[in-house]
């Protein structure tokens, strides 16, 4: 599969965040059972302690302009202890488009079709993303400014119409639990919505203007904090205390919207709304790790830049409809998928517990060696410059 | 010549790859069909009982309760009123009972002897009887939300007596009485005195620290003439999960006033002239706790309160600047009597129905924080202060009463 250099614009990399963070600021529900009605504000502490992970990434970007996270380890640490770190990243992606993957389907198969076994809606929400891939996922990045726009409108929407049934008091009094449940919402939301981010990181070559990869980063996840604010004052003030105890806190929200009789049962398109997300976030995981993988493991790197194949379209075509790992990936996502949680409780104690810990490995702890490793080859160099 | 063409088009078709494309859509459109008819969860209406109307008893073993749905019968609901339609069935509707230990055993237990299967998405009314409610309000409830199928919005009372005869009460307006039912609920807001209760604010009630749930109360009321109405009257206090006492109309009027709930209504006022009716307009209360020199708390309840001269049956003309006046002081008088009346009935059954608790944990959580253990004692220790600021807006269409022999 061929990358191609210098086809997205910053906006359309900014609207495919923005999709990727919405998909799973949708449902927020295990942040909202620890820091109850505090949990707007775990939004905005969660966004500003995921800047330091992104500062990482974008002094790394800045030391190696044009390369993805694999190259920039390639470049680092050498081709060997560089794939070995990168495999890493690669069980990373992998897992999150698994454990995406698994959440749609016990969505779906709760909430709309409760006898269909769970591997059927896998196995047809992957052969969308399968599909989506294939013809390239330039196509997704381009079309997620339309998704972005219809989601962020589909939340303004829902909470106009829910406006009557909220009560103001719900969100009060401000910060009366224990600290440690603020630092522990903090981390939460900063490491497991905010830093997966880094996912973007490999994407980066793609970028027509790779200058300004570090803003368009930046204002995507203010964006997505933005609506993740509101999403939950609108959960918290429109559920009160059941907020803490309900599965989908957003979901039955919008279950509660009844307008007139007329406007009601409007959870279907939140439902749909959510696919559709799903489609673009799991497409992306997948894609990223079909990436990793063929740059760990083949000789010459897959991004080229898209001129290369001006002057044979046939050429073009060849390379986009054969990506070496994409079934292959698809597959291990579907079976991993399914063997990743027994049952969507044991999921949920996964999110609450040890979800932090697991992806700040990756987020922050990987990318900060990186950045070290970087600094420290660089003084090395220059040492070396200055005695010759 | 035609078949020239006809030989060339399909020598083409196989040529270019057209065949291919047309086996691609073949196989998606095949696919499309298998997915999109949803053939695996698929749900027949011809194969579900639809519940309109929901209603739990207790019975005379303690471990079980009995569960009574109404199921719309489509085929009588176009036909005539009065249950005298031509396809001989009668009633639109149909009461199904079953007893067992818990809710959703009792529903899959009607399967043994039901055709079809029941469908709560489309229930309206959740009546529990008095009894049950006396007992244990919360373990019939939990299924009711936890599940998918039901809604959160259903309208909840409580009957005195039997819930499944509520039920079975006949009217002549409407075919199904949890229709019939649910919209006597919806109607209530036109006069404030009853609380309109639906199971989410019944849950969000039950999980505050401080708040006691309440819901309405329906009861069969049977006129002077042995004529069997519906009723709604008065309002149920509830304390960790069971029913603890009731509130009558007054006092349930005096609870929404604090509860600024009290959207619409009628005062009759007796003046020194004789009777004057004001109509609710609008009205806005608001609860501040204020923290005393003692260190006790006292809840001031702020009222302002709009009406209009609605009927004067008095030969005075009441648009009067003092008469106006009078006016406004009887009906705040009335509303501070109504409110004295809720606060009473609350302080005896030492139940937080106004939801003072929360006011406090807002603006004082501190001192919340340090009373919450012994909510239950302290709060019929909390004064009440009333103010209330009533105006009258306008007289409607006349300015002076209708005299015989006129004003000349």
Redesign the interface.
Known sequence: MKLERDSISPNQFMFSIICFMHAIVLRSGFIISITRQDSWIMSITGFIFSLLPLGVYVALMKNYPNKNLIEINQAVFGKIVGNLISLFYLFFFLSLAALNTHDLGHFVL???????PVA?IVL?FLGACFYSLKKGVKNIMHLSTLIAFVTLIAMIINSVLIAKDTHF?FI??LL?LEPEKYVQGTVSIGAVVMGEVLVFTMLTPMLKNGKKVGKSLFFGMLISTFSSVVVMIRNILT????V??VTLPTF?SI??V?LADIFTRLESIYAILLVILFVVRVSILIYVSVLAMTQIFSKESPIVPELAYENSPREKKKHQNQPPFLLLTTALTFFYSLIVFESPIENSHWGATVAPFFSLTFELLLPAITLVAAIFRKIVSKKKEVNA | MKKLACSYRIKRFYQTGTKNRYMKLFLLSFSLVL?LS?C??QRDISSLSIVIGTALDATDNPEELSLTAQVVKPTEIGSNSGGESSSGGGQAYVNITQSANSMLPSVRAMTHSQSRKLYFAHNEILIFSDELAKTNILDPMDPFTRD?ET???VQMMISRGKAAEILDQNNELEKLPALYISGMIKNQKYNSETVIVTL?DF??AT??ESAAPIAPIIEIFEEDDGNKLLRLDGTAVFQDGKMIGELDQKETKGLLFVLNQSSAGVNTLETPAGQVVLETLSTKTKLVPVLAEDGNIRMKVQIKENVILQSNETREDMTTLENIKMLEELLAETTRASIDAAVKKAHLLSADIFKFG??I??KY?KIWKEMKDQWDVKFSEVGVDVEIDTHVHASGGLTKPILPGGYS
């Open positions: 709760s909430y709309m079709l409760p006898e269909t059927i047809f008091e009060f009094p009366q559920l009160g205390p059941l803490t105890v039955e279950r509660n009844s | 997915c949803s695996w969860s998918y809604r959160m919005d989410r849950l969000i999980l505050s929360e006011a944990y807002i959580p």
